[in-house]
């Protein structure tokens, strides 16, 4: 099946606990993102890696560390969860973004989050 | 600052009728628009862009620069068009994102 997955679907940790989130895509996309998705439903982009080069960190915490081994793999390190990543964290790719244009970009399903 | 605005969280229409999405738009250049959908239980989507001019599901959005919107039409709603929208704007490599509009379309 071709898409964008991310494991594990549901993830419920405690506070201060450390934990990773995988995201793998098998459309040959150069480009991956991380976007949260909050209480209320705002999708804001996280961080986005083009053929394993870190190109967007929108002012997220440190504790917050993405990896990209390979540019079909981007995932999301969380150390020390708070309360308030609680979330839902999308993980989507895209062919690689020319300058002056866009692409359509493919999201996984989405992973959810509860810091007890 | 870059910002996209939906001002309705929830709409709330009657099979047949007519749908308008409100989006409007902050951006000092040239805007790229997007109508993403979220159906029920599934992942997000694209529905539609600014640039290809076309009908996707019905769906019309036409981006009006003089009073910076993208607002999503549909003139005879379907009960299957009940879903979560988002209106983005492309900026230097990510997508900006609206807050959302949750559609429910009623039998």
């Known amino acids: 099946d071709t898409a964008v997955s991310q494991t594990p679907k549901y993830l419920v940790t405690q506070m201060g606990n450390d934990k990773s989130i995988k995201c793998e895509q098998n459309l040959g996309h150069d480009t991956m993102y991380w976007y949260k998705q909050d209480s209320k439903k705002f999708l804001k982009i996280m961080f986005s890696?083009?053929?394993?080069?870190?190109?967007i960190n929108e002012t997220v915490p440190n504790r917050f560390s993405p990896k990209s081994p390979d540019k079909a793999h981007l995932n999301l390190h969380i150390n020390s969860l708070e309360l308030g990543d609680s979330a839902v964290y999308f993980c989507?790719?895209?062919?690689?973004?020319?300058?002056?244009?866009?692409?359509?970009?493919?999201f996984g399903p989405g992973t959810r989050l509860t810091v007890l | 600052a870059q910002r996209v605005t939906q001002p309705e969280k929830l709409l709330s229409v009657f099979k047949g009728a007519p749908v308008e999405l409100k989006c409007n738009y902050s951006?000092?250049?040239?805007?790229?628009l997007f109508w993403y959908v979220q159906y029920s239980r599934q992942r997000l989507q694209l529905l539609l862009r600014?640039?290809s001019r076309e009908s996707i599901k019905g769906f019309t959005a036409d981006l009006n620069k003089g009073e910076t919107s993208f607002h999503l039409k549909k003139p005879f709603a379907q009960e299957e068009d009940s879903a979560m929208y988002y209106c983005a704007l492309g900026n230097t490599g990510k997508l900006i994102f609206g807050q959302g509009t949750t559609l429910q379309v009623k039998p």
């Open positions: 600014h640039i």
């Open positions: 890696y083009n053929n394993k080069e870190l190109i």
């Open positions: 951006y000092s250049g040239s805007p790229e």
């Open positions: 989507a790719s895209s062919p690689r973004v020319l300058a002056g244009s866009y692409n359509e970009q493919f």
